[in-house]
């Protein structure tokens, strides 16, 4: 069995994580919440609402932006460091790159803030959607309407865009950094390989994607938004194209709606509609339940990166820690 160490907040849970060993939840009334219990400790990251947070690369710190236009930067010790600010803006987009890079947007513009303090501006000619940096080479991603621009954050050449009709919303590099894939505003993803701009369209959900994840080697990409997780597979020359995706975690009259993949094993942590959480196994199905519903749906779900604890938050403002180790 595991062990359950419950925590709860007045406000919808945006991210779960750790920042080193400390718990880490941010929450949508502004504020980051770090550790559990009698010893935790509130950052207020955000005068308004916080709408969204990720981790840095290193795992030490997590970058969160609110609709006050501030980029903040929060540590584990409690400190928060404005990073950027867009008066009257809502910073809603945000991702980590290497070596301390920090992309985030509003409207339709899309910022890099190097470590060094220096910002580069790339303007779109409609609203962005996500950001991410590609595993390799200052690269940024940015998901728009109709497609993907891809960018070289330190060259001044031009980019490369990746066409297909619709709204694209939060986008992800393949771990070798040879596909491009966006969740869009109708039920489906769609892919491209960079070798050659070849598309890859993923279909079949009954509502929208909601969370996406890879695998630990980067051979499957997990998303919710069905019953069950729905893994394509990418280890193949032309992707998910012909091939059937895996299910894991099939549940009755629930949907996924958030996923998290295992750091070290091909296992998915699924969080549900109801508020359940289980892990499932890749290599031949075996769900264990984790967590049972309380009715409010997962919002948030992080694996610890030594894979034997997970975070979870949901839109009530349900939070905690699953130690799987017991």
Known sequence: MATLTPCSFDSFVVAAGFLGTTPAFALGDGTVRLGTGEASRTVAAHAGGLLAAVPTQDRKALITGGDDGRVVRVTADGTATELARRERKWIDRL?????????????????VRLADGTEKTFEHPRAVGGLAFAPKGLRLAVARYDGVTLWWVNT?????????KGMHNTVTFSPDGRNVVTVMQENALHGWRLTDSKHMRM??????????????KGRLLATAGAPAAV??????????????????GFRQNVMATAVACHPEDEV???????????????????????????????SALTWHPDGLELAFGTEAGGAGLIDIRS
């Open 95 to 111: 991702a980590a790159g290497p070596s301390g890079a920090v992309a985030f947007a509003a409207g339709r513009t899309a910022w």
């Open 156 to 164: 001044a050449g031009d980019p490369l865009s990746l066409e297909w």
């Open 203 to 216: 279909t079949g959900y009954p509502t929208r994607v909601r969370s996406i994840d890879w695998s630990v």
């Open 231 to 248: 893994l394509w597979p990418f280890h193949y020359k032309d992707g998910p194209m012909g091939k059937a995706p895996v299910e894991l």
């Open 268 to 298: 998915v942590a699924i969080g549900y509609s109801d508020g359940g959480i289980v892990a499932g196994r890749i290599a031949d199905g075996v769900v264990a339940m984790l967590k049972e519903g309380d009715g409010s749906p997962v």
